[in-house]
């Protein structure tokens, strides 16, 4: 007999199915939202990129537990389109749609004035909206895109509504990362496009260990003023994260994907956790994994003497814009 033989024989099927199966229950998070009864009632909530993939489901439960929901996208249309479903589903009004770009200073800008003339108090701020895989760009400020997307723009809409979220403390900054950080590198050149190599995932990786690195220093900074500030994980998740890659490198990842991947749904579940769980309530300055539990980010995460300096860059690149 073949080895190669024994891939024919039925008993592979049934044990190749079954252990699949196995596989997907073990990705059920510890922590449910939905036996977690924490009211939003009277707290505002913006989230990025809330039209689609996890944004859209955090914002969905920051509506359910009835907060007042800014969903910040760069469309209207789909904007719109989330807008109506979560309002739908939810049966809560109180859910607004404010456009922003966050590749563009000048559109962070000015949502943050926006932000800051309409809404009296501001508890909890997510910043979810990410692209992978993009073609090197330089956008109008002169930011390599992934870094302006993923960094730069999130980091200066923080810290524009930074003052905002003291006077409502305690409030909360959950800011998603990835996994793929451990794999990021730091340099500060990057963010202009220099010394990068565009290959696959190379450069969300910088961006993702760049997030983790300056929300700690944010930490560090808010100590005692009860905004706190945490970064996340929501593990590997089913969304459109995956739309600039080749449609093989897609056809692989959403296969796969069946079996071990998340839904938006469950992928919303760790940073929901870090919005609005009690189990933590003043915790900041730390790193969340896709099941909920605190672990160590990587060790140039973890370089206070880094961090300073980085949040120091990023904020005199952000500054003049
Ligand atoms: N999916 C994963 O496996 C995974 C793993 C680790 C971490 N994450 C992180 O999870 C977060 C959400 O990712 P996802 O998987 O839900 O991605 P997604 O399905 O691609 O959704 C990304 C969202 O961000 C928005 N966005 C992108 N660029 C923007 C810009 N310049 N201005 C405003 N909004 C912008 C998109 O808006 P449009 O629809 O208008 O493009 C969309 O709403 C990201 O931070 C990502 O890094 C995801
Ligand atoms: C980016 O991170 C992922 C996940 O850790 C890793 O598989 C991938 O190889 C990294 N990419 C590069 C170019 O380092």
Excluded at 179 to 195: I, L, M, Q
Excluded at 248 to 263: H, L, T
């Amino acid at each position: 007999m073949n080895w190669l033989d024994v891939f024919c024989h039925p008993l592979w099927a049934v044990s190749t199915t079954l252990l699949a199966l196995v596989v997907r229950l073990q990705r059920r998070g510890r922590w449910d939202p939905r036996t977690c009864n924490v009211q939003l009632k009277g707290k505002t909530a913006i989230v990025t990129g809330a039209n689609t993939g996890i944004g859209k489901f955090i914002a969905m439960d920051f509506a359910r537990r009835g907060a007042r929901v800014i969903l910040a996208c760069r469309s209207e249309a789909r904007g719109t389109a989330a807008l109506t479903e979560i309002r739908e589903k939810t049966g809560n009004a109180d859910v607004h749609l404010r456009l922003v770009d966050v590749s563009s200073m000048d559109s962070v800008r000015e949502f943050a004035r926006r932000i800051l003339d309409e809404e009296k108090a501001l508890h909890i701020l997510v910043n979810n909206a990410a692209i992978s895989g993009f073609p090197r760009q330089i956008t109008k400020d002169g930011f390599e895109i992934s870094f302006a997307t993923n960094h730069l723009g999130p980091f200066l809409l923080t810290n524009l509504l930074l003052d905002l979220m003291k006077r409502s403390a305690p409030a909360r900054i959950v800011t998603l990362s990835s996994v793929n950080h451990y794999r990021g590198e730091v340099d500060f050149s990057h963010f202009k496009g220099d010394n990068l190599v565009h290959h696959m995932d190379t450069v969300y990786n910088h961006t993702k260990l760049h997030n983790i690195i300056c929300t700690n220093e944010l930490a560090h900074r808010l100590q005692g003023t009860g905004v706190t500030a945490n970064s996340v994980h929501p593990g590997v998740v089913m969304t459109e994260v995956m739309r600039n890659y080749s449609i093989i490198v897609r056809g692989i990842f959403n296969f796969i994907g069946i079996f071990f991947f998340k839904s938006s749904e469950e992928g919303a579940v760790s940073p929901i956790y870090c919005a609005v769980a009690e189990e933590t309530e003043g915790i900041t300055g730390k790193y969340f994994d896709s099941d909920c539990s605190l672990v160590l980010p990587a060790p140039l995460a973890r370089d206070a003497a880094l961090a300073v300096k980085d949040f120091e860059v990023c904020e005199r690149l952000t500054s003049k814009l």
